[in-house]
């Protein structure tokens, strides 16, 4: 299988299936001289883990980090990181029943048709057990991103099915609301209701959809190369590559499209931009403000309603997916998709760094917003 390799100066490569014995990384570029230990992985490992809540999977990992190379006397050495995950709580016989037949929205039958052979027990590789280890690298990310440039990436559930968040005029997020609660939500008065909301679906036995928003804060400007390493488009493929993801926006994204010239484009003015609709990114390069992004995941395809679908043998049949799953997959999305948006920014950081670094701070310097 090709395709496991994501980035180009902070190379990440992730292994392992969803019911083997270990799921792993190796991070090839990473700078010498950063610290790093063992226990800089556990909170935001422990922000992805299923079972924290009733309304996840109650699959319960450990997922704790085993580092393998890269490091010495508690610093990065420039040589390549690995980092292993042992897998503790698998239970594949929640999957004989799949053996021989292709569940309905899953990548069982795609993944036949490209390999002819599948791991079947949890999805194998297709499995959201993978985004750990995109998880555990991004901690990496997010540590030097902070100490060399003062980058800071965090994400919140911005709609879970119908539900949004109620929000100030101004549009600020209560980042600490966002830690507080199992969904990630800006507003701690609205989780009781996302709360009996997952309890109707688990009832019914069905699933809904989600948008995360993803905002990195203090991006310098320059970021991104102007064609084909677009810092926009490496996102929105970075993004893509997560399991479920159905759609991305940057910045203004589709309401981009009823919006007139006038009122999309970002005027500058000396104390700053007086809006934020490009997400940040102007021409494929980061222009100084807040890079916004946001995806849209679609409903778990695992759910208790039977479903038709075809065996092995081409014959059409009734899936009823059991197991550990979870009714919305959007609720511990928002650290998957904050470790993709700092792996890319450390990857674009880098590059820039290599081809540009002599360039320093070009004048003028406009703010990234401004009060106007």
């Known amino acids: 299988m090709a395709g496991n390799t994501f980035g180009r100066l902070f190379a990440v490569t992730t292994f392992g299936e969803s019911h083997g014995p270990a799921i792993g990384c190796v991070i090839d570029g990473c700078p010498p001289g950063l610290a790093l230990a063992e226990q800089d992985f556990v909170a935001d490992l422990a922000r992805r ?108 559930l911005a709609q879970l099915g119908a539900i949004t968040p109620r929000l100030p005029v101004d549009g600020a997020i209560d980042w600490d609301a966002v830690e507080q609660n199992a969904f990630f939500w800006p507003d701690a008065t609205q989780v009781p209701e996302l709360e009996a909301a ?74 700053g931009f007086l809006s934020n609709h490009a997400g940040g990114i102007l021409g494929g390069i980061s222009s100084g403000q807040r890079v916004v992004v946001s995806i849209a995941l679609k409903p778990t395809s695992s759910i208790r309603i039977p479903g038709r679908s075809v065996n092995l043998q081409g014959q059409p049949i009734e899936v009823v997916t059991t197991g550990r799953h979870d009714p919305c997959v959007g609720i511990r999305a928002t650290p998957i998709a904050e470790a993709m948006v700092a792996l890319v920014l450390m990857d674009q950081a880098l590059r820039h760094r290599a081809q540009c670094g002599d360039v320093g701070e070009i004048a003028p310097r406009i703010p990234g917003q401004t009060s106007e």
Do not use: C
């Not at 759609?247 to 500058?268: K, L, N, P, Y």
């Open 198 to 271: 997952m309890d109707a679906l688990r009832k019914a036995g069905d699933s809904v959809g989600a948008r995360v928003t993803v905002v990195a804060d203090g991006v310098p400007p320059g970021w991104g190369e102007p064609i084909y390493g677009k810092l926009d488009a490496e996102l929105a493929a970075a993004l893509m590559s997560i399991n479920a993801v159905k759609g991305v926006e940057i910045g203004a994204g589709f309401a981009a499209i009823a919006q007139r010239g006038s009122q999309h484009r970002d005027e500058m003015t000396p104390a």
């Open 49 to 156: 883990a299923t079972g924290r809540t009733r309304h996840t999977s109650q699959r319960r990992e450990t997922d704790a980090v085993e580092i393998l190379s890269g490091v010495y006397e508690g610093r990065t050495t420039g040589t390549p990181v690995a980092l292993l995950i042992r897998n503790t709580d698998a239970r594949s016989r929640d999957y004989d029943d799949l053996l021989d037949s292709f569940r309905p929205a899953h990548a069982d039958y795609t993944y036949w048709q490209k390999y002819g052979i599948r791991d079947p027990r949890g999805g194998g590789r297709a499995s959201a057990r993978e985004t750990t280890m995109r998880v555990a690298a991004a901690v990496i990310a997010k540590k030097w991103l902070a100490d060399r440039h003062g980058v800071r990436v965090r994400g919140y």
